[in-house]
C-alpha cells in the first residue's frame, strides 16, 4: 500500500512536469494551428541554457526560471516572425516538415556546441527530499510540480482574462475578423509561439533538475508532450494539466506493475486509445 | 404509385437540438416530390439521412421496400440511391469526366470496373446535362451554374433509382433556372425518381407533383402542389402570421 | 503515359541495374540505400500521396518487416524469402486490425495516431524475447551487395508498376475520390472503409519488404534501428517533394534528397545532417508543391514562382 501511494505521488509529481512541457505546444498547436515537431528540441535547449546559467553563472535553475523564459520567448518571436509566419496558410502538413527540418537542425547545433555527454543541473538542494510518514517526496520535484501547477493556471488565466490572451485566442479562431478589429496578425502569431517556446525553455530548466539531458532529448519529449496535449484535449490549459497527470501516473503505474522497460509502450498506447475513442481529448468538447 | 422511397418516422438530434421530428412521407416511383420550408428547416439534415451521410435518432427509412436506415452511405449508392450536394464539391484533382467516371466505377450495382467503359459512360452523362464540351477541363475551373451541372451528371453516372437533388438551383438567373428545369424532366422521364429541395417556388411549382413543407424539424404539409402552396399554414412559416 | 516517358523509364532501369557492373562499392551502397528508400516513398505515396492519409507511422511496417525477417532467419532457421513473407503477413495483419480504428481519423490526428502506433510497436518489441529484446538479433551474414542492390531495384519496379496499376484501376479512382471528397466519394458508392485499409496496407506491404532486404544486408537489427522514426519523415519529405500523387514524383524525391544529403555527407557527418535540416526547411517555404509542380510552373513563371508560394502562404 505504502509503496502504491509512494508511486502515486511520484506519478503525480512527473505528471507536472509533463503539463509544463506540453503546455507550450499545445498553446500553439490549439491556438495557432501549428504542430510543433521541434518542441522537444526547444525544451532541450531551454534546458542548456539553464545549465549554462547554473554552471557559469551560479543562477539557480528556479530562480533562473523567468530569464531562461524570457530568452526562449525571443528566440521563438524571431523564430515565428522571421520563418514559420511564411507558411502559416500553406497546409497544415507542411508545418509538420518545417518544423521536422528545424529539429533536425537545432539537434545538430546542439550537438556541435555541448557535445554529447550527459549533463545535469545539480543544485546543493537537489538530493534533498521531504519525509511524508512512510513517503519521500524528492524537494527538486516537487518544486518543479509547483512551478509547473502555477505556470499551467497562469496560462489559463492568462488567455482567459487578459487582453492579450483574447487576442490571441480571437486570432487563432478567425484571422480575417481579427485583422479587421485591428490585431496585427504577424506580431501576434510571433507573440503566441514565443510563449510556447518560453513555456518550452522554462520547462527545460525544469526539466534539467530531475533528468539528464544531451542533445538528442528532443525527439522523444516532443513525442510524449503529443501523447499529453492530445489526451488533455487542445481546447483548454487545464487540459494539459490533467493529461500530464494522467500519463505520469499511468507510467509510473506502468513500472511499478508491468516493468520498467514498458512505460513508453503505456504512454504511447494510452494515446492511441485516446485517440480512437475520443480525438477530442479527455477535456476536449464532443464532437 | 408504389413508393420507391418510405421515410417512416425519422428524427434525428444533434445534441441538444432536433433537426428533424418525427417526420413520415413517401416518394412515389416516378414521381418529382419537391421539399420546402425556410431556413433551418432541417431539409438538408433530411437528405443526409437519406443518403447515408447521417443516421437517423429514431425512425426508419424504406427503400423499395427493405429498410435501409442502418446501411452505411455508399451501400445505399449502390442500391440506387444518388444525391447532389447543396454546396458543390467537385473532385477538385479530377477532369471534369473523371469527376463523373467515378460515378461510373463505383455507382447502382457496384458499376463498372473498367476505367475506358467508365469513361465512356461518364461522357454520355455529361453530354446528357450539357457539359459534353468541358469532359477535360480540370473539375475546379468550372463556373457555378456548370458546377451544379456536374453535380447532376456525377449522380446520373451512377444509375440511381431514386436521386435527391439539395437546392440545385440556388444562385440560378431565370434562364438558367429553366434549363435545369428541363433537364430534370427528362431524368424523370427517364425513369428516375426525384426528390428535389428548393427555396425557388416558382420552379417547384411547375417540376413537382407533390410538396412536402418543412419547418423547424416538422413537417406542416404533404399533398398535390397547388393545395400545399395555397396552405394558410405554410404561408405563415414562410412569411409570418398575418395581421387582419 | 507517352511512349517516350515508358522508354526513358526503361533505359533508366536498365542503367540502374548495370550499374554493379562499373561502380564502386561505396556507390553501391549508397544505391541500395537510396533504392530503399525510393521504395519507402513510393510505399507512403499509396496512403499518403493517393488516399491522402498521411501516415507518420509507416516505420512500424519498416519494423515489422525487418522483424520479420530476423526472427525467421535467426529464430527459427527458415530462409530469406520465407522471412519476407512473414514480415509482409505481420505488416498486412497489423494494417487491418490497427487500420481500422485509426483510419477513422482525420488529418493531423491520423498522423499523430500513427506516429504513436509506431512508437508503441518498437516499443513492444523492445520487450519481446523473440526479437532479442533491446539486443537486437543478428543475422547470418550474405556478403554479396550487388544481389541486394538487384533486389532493391526491383523492389521499386514493383512498387512503381503498382502505383502506374493504381492510376488506371477502379482502386485508385477510389483512392483519389477519397482523398478529394471523402463524404463525397461514399455518397457515390466506394466503400470507404474497406479502400483506406487496403491502401494502408498495401503501403505496408512494400514497407514491410524494403525493412526486410534492409535487415539482411545490414545482418543487424534492433529495435531503435528498425522503427527509426527520421525514416518516416524522410519518406514523406521525399514523396511530398517530388510530388504525392504521381507515379515517378517519390522516387525522383528519393534520388534528389539522398544525392544531395550524400554529396554533403562527404565534408562531415555532422553538418550532412545539419544541411538536411536546413534543405527541407528551405524547400517547405520555397516549393511546398513538390519538385513536380517546380518543373511544371517553372516554364510559365520562372523565378517568379517561389515568390507566389510565399506570398500565398505567409500572412
Known amino acids: 500500500m505504502d509503496l502504491l501511494a509512494q508511486v502515486l505521488i511520484n506519478g503525480v509529481l512527473l505528471g507536472g512536469l509533463y503539463a509544463v512541457m506540453a503546455l507550450g505546444l499545445a498553446l500553439v498547436w490549439g491556438v495557432l494551428n501549428i504542430v510543433n515537431l521541434a518542441h522537444g ?121 487578459t487582453t492579450l490572451g483574447r487576442a490571441i485566442r480571437a486570432t487563432a479562431q478567425n484571422l480575417v475578423a481579427a485583422r479587421l478589429y485591428g490585431v496585427a496578425p504577424r506580431h501576434l502569431y510571433a507573440v503566441t509561439f514565443g510563449i510556447g517556446i518560453g513555456l518550452a525553455g522554462a520547462a527545460g530548466s525544469l526539466y534539467g533538475t530531475v533528468s539528464q539531458i544531451n542533445p538528442y532529448i528532443g525527439a522523444t519529449l516532443t513525442a510524449k508532450c503529443f501523447a499529453i496535449a492530445i489526451i488533455g484535449g487542445l481546447d483548454n490549459p487545464l487540459g494539459v494539466l490533467v493529461g500530464g497527470l494522467v500519463l505520469g501516473i499511468i507510467e509510473s503505474l506502468t513500472v511499478l506493475y508491468i516493468g520498467a522497460t514498458y512505460d513508453d509502450v503505456a504512454s504511447f498506447g494510452v494515446l492511441v486509445l485516446v485517440l480512437i475513442v475520443r480525438p477530442t481529448g479527455l477535456l476536449g468538447k464532443t464532437a | ?140 475551373e468550372l463556373g457555378g451554374p456548370n458546377r451544379k451541372r456536374l453535380e447532376l451528371a456525377k449522380a446520373l453516372a451512377m444509375q440511381p433509382k431514386v436521386l435527391l437533388c439539395d437546392e440545385v438551383m440556388a444562385g440560378l438567373n431565370l434562364v438558367e433556372i429553366d434549363e435545369v428545369i428541363e433537364v430534370l424532366r427528362k431524368i424523370r422521364k427517364s425513369g428516375i425518381s426525384i426528390l428535389v429541395i428548393e427555396h425557388v417556388i416558382k420552379a417547384i411549382k411547375s417540376l413537382s407533383d407533390r410538396l412536402v413543407v418543412l419547418h423547424h424539424g416538422d413537417k406542416i404539409a404533404d399533398g398535390p402542389t397547388d393545395a400545399v402552396l395555397s396552405n394558410s399554414e405554410v404561408i405563415e412559416a414562410y412569411l409570418g402570421r398575418r395581421r387582419s | 503515359m507517352s511512349a517516350f516517358r515508358i522508354g526513358l523509364a526503361i533505359v533508366a532501369v536498365a542503367a540502374l541495374a548495370a550499374l554493379p557492373l562499373y561502380g564502386s562499392d561505396v556507390v553501391i551502397q549508397f544505391g541500395i540505400n537510396t533504392l530503399l528508400l525510393a521504395v519507402l516513398a513510393q510505399g507512403w505515396n499509396i496512403i499518403g500521396g493517393y488516399a491522402g492519409y498521411a501516415s507518420f507511422g509507416n516505420s512500424a511496417f519498416y519494423g515489422l518487416g525487418s522483424y520479420g525477417v530476423g526472427i525467421a532467419m535467426v529464430q527459427w532457421g527458415l530462409p530469406f524469402p520465407v522471412g519476407m513473407i512473414f514480415g509482409v503477413v505481420l505488416a498486412v495483419v497489423f494494417a487491418f486490425c490497427l487500420g481500422i480504428p485509426v483510419l477513422r481519423l ?71 475520390a477519397i482523398r478529394e471528397n471523402e463524404e463525397g466519394a461514399a455518397v457515390m458508392g466506394v466503400n470507404t472503409t474497406l479502400y483506406k485499409v487496403l491502401a494502408f496496407a498495401l503501403s505496408g506491404v512494400f514497407t514491410a519488404l524494403a ?28 514523396a511530398v517533394f517530388g510530388g504525392p500523387g504521381t507515379v515517378f514524383g517519390p522516387v525522383v524525391g528519393a534520388f534528389a534528397l539522398s544525392a544531395v544529403s550524400e554529396v554533403l555527407s562527404s565534408e562531415a557527418t555532422n553538418v550532412a545532417g545539419l544541411f538536411f535540416g536546413v534543405v527541407v526547411v528551405a524547400a517547405v517555404v520555397l516549393m511546398p508543391r513538390g519538385i513536380a509542380d517546380v518543373i511544371r510552373r517553372f516554364r510559365t513563371s520562372g523565378w517568379h514562382y517561389f515568390i507566389e508560394n510565399l506570398r500565398a502562404h505567409r500572412i
Open chain 3, 211 to 238: 525493412g526486410g532486404i534492409h535487415a539482411y544486408w545490414i545482418t543487424f537489427l534492433d529495435p531503435e534501428s528498425a522503427f527509426d522514426i527520421s525514416l518516416n519523415v524522410k519518406m514523406i519529405i521525399m
Open chain 2, 1 to 140: 404509385m408504389s413508393a420507391i422511397l418510405k421515410v417512416s418516422h425519422v428524427t434525428r438530434r444533434f445534441a441538444g437540438l432536433v433537426a428533424v421530428n418525427d417526420v413520415s412521407f413517401t416518394l412515389g416511383k416516378g414521381e418529382i416530390l419537391g421539399v420546402i420550408g425556410p431556413n433551418g428547416a432541417g431539409k438538408t439534415t433530411l437528405v443526409s439521412l437519406i443518403s447515408g451521410t447521417l443516421s437517423p435518432s429514431e425512425g426508419d427509412i424504406f427503400f423499395e421496400g427493405s429498410s435501409i436506415a442502418r446501411l452505411p452511405a455508399f451501400r445505399r449508392a449502390r442500391l440506387g440511391i444518388g444525391r447532389t450536394f447543396q454546396i458543390m464539391r467537385p473532385f477538385p484533382g479530377l477532369s471534369v469526366l473523371d469527376n463523373v467516371a467515378v460515378g461510373a466505377l463505383f455507382g447502382h450495382g457496384a458499376g463498372e470496373s473498367e476505367l475506358a467503359k467508365a469513361r465512356e459512360k461518364a461522357l454520355a452523362q455529361l453530354d446528357f446535362v450539357g457539359l459534353g464540351k468541358f469532359a477535360a477541363q480540370r473539375a475546379e
Open chain 1, 41 to 161: 528540441a526547444f525544451i532541450m535547449l531551454g534546458a542548456y541554457l539553464a545549465w549554462h546559467l547554473y554552471t557559469y553563472l551560479g543562477i539557480d535553475p528556479f530562480l533562473g526560471l523567468p530569464l531562461t523564459a524570457i530568452v526562449m520567448f525571443c528566440v521563438g518571436y524571431a523564430l515565428q516572425r522571421g520563418l514559420l509566419n511564411l507558411i502559416v496558410r500553406a497546409p497544415m502538413f507542411n508545418t509538420l516538415l518545417i518544423t521536422f527540418g528545424l529539429e533536425v537542425v537545432l539537434t545538430y547545433l546542439a550537438q556541435l556546441a555541448f557535445s554529447a555527454d550527459f549533463r545535469t543541473i545539480n543544485p546543493p538542494y537537489a538530493g534533498n527530499s521531504i519525509a511524508l510518514g512512510p513517503l519521500v517526496v524528492p524537494l527538486a520535484r516537487l518544486m518543479a510540480f509547483g512551478v509547473a501547477a502555477a505556470l499551467t493556471v497562469g496560462m489559463w488565466l492568462f488567455l482567459l482574462r
Open chain 3, 106 to 176: 482525420r488529418g493531423h490526428y491520423f498522423a499523430i495516431a500513427t506516429l504513436a502506433l509506431a512508437q508503441v510497436m518498437s516499443a513492444i518489441v523492445s520487450n519481446v524475447s523473440l526479437a532479442g529484446q533491446n539486443i537486437g538479433l543478428v543475422l547470418p551474414p550474405l556478403n554479396n551487395d550487388r544481389l541486394f542492390y538487384e533486389l532493391s531495384l526491383g523492389l521499386l519496379v514493383i512498387a512503381t508498376l503498382t502505383i502506374f496499376w493504381l492510376t488506371r484501376s477502379r482502386f485508385g479512382f477510389g483512392l483519389i
